[in-house]
């Protein structure tokens, strides 16, 4: 049986890579000890969070690069409040970031906004109170 699915690196194409990571620096990351001119690696909890040119990244999957706006993705940064979103939000704009959504309660039941970051990387900052946290501080979907 196959094992489930886990997400290990999350790749972003991004304009350009030393801008990029400055931004991510900004807000806090710190850059992993193998990033280079091309790509910037940042360890998150569970994953790494990589930023790679966004031509190479077409390339190197063999599709064009051309497409602006909004993508059909948005990633989620989950915290353990509504203050702790507030704070982080706060944080997100002062890295150079853009708010395009300002935090407030949901219909299902929690509170989150919406940022972007320079490249218009669209994502989440919520507090889910449907979701559990684990040991090794992961949300899960279970206790």
């Given at each position: 049986?196959?094992?489930?699915?886990?997400?290990?690196?999350?790749?972003?194409?991004?304009?350009?890579?030393?801008?990029?990571?400055?931004?991510?620096?900004?807000?806090?990351?710190?850059?992993?000890?193998?990033?280079?001119?091309?790509?910037?690696?940042?360890?998150?909890?569970?994953?790494?969070?990589?930023?790679?040119?966004?031509?190479?990244?077409?390339?190197?999957?063999?599709?064009?690069?051309?497409?602006e706006g909004?993508?059909?993705?948005?990633?989620?940064?989950?915290?353990?409040?509504?203050?702790?979103?507030?704070?982080?939000?706060?944080?997100?704009?002062?890295?150079?970031?853009?708010?395009?959504?300002?935090?407030?309660?949901?219909?299902?039941?929690?509170?989150?906004?919406?940022?972007?970051?320079?490249?218009?990387?669209?994502?989440?900052?919520?507090?889910?109170?449907?979701f559990?946290?684990?040991?090794?501080?992961?949300?899960?979907?279970?206790?």
């Amino acid at each position: 049986m196959p094992s489930p699915l886990s997400l290990t690196l999350l790749t972003l194409g991004v304009a350009d890579v030393a801008r990029a990571a400055a931004f991510y620096e900004a807000f806090g990351l710190t850059r992993a000890a193998d990033s280079n001119d091309h790509v910037a690696f940042f360890n998150t909890t569970g994953s790494i969070l990589a930023l790679y040119g966004r031509e190479a990244l077409a390339e190197d999957a063999e599709l064009t690069a051309a497409g602006e706006g909004f993508r059909g993705v948005a990633m989620a940064w989950n915290l353990r409040s509504d203050e702790e979103v507030d704070k982080a939000v706060v944080r997100w704009v002062a890295a150079g970031g853009r708010l395009t959504r300002a935090a407030r309660k949901t219909f299902w039941g929690g509170y989150s906004a919406y940022v972007s970051d320079p490249d218009g990387h669209l994502w989440e900052i919520a507090h889910a109170p449907g979701f559990f946290w684990d040991a090794a501080g992961r949300m899960t979907a279970q206790e």
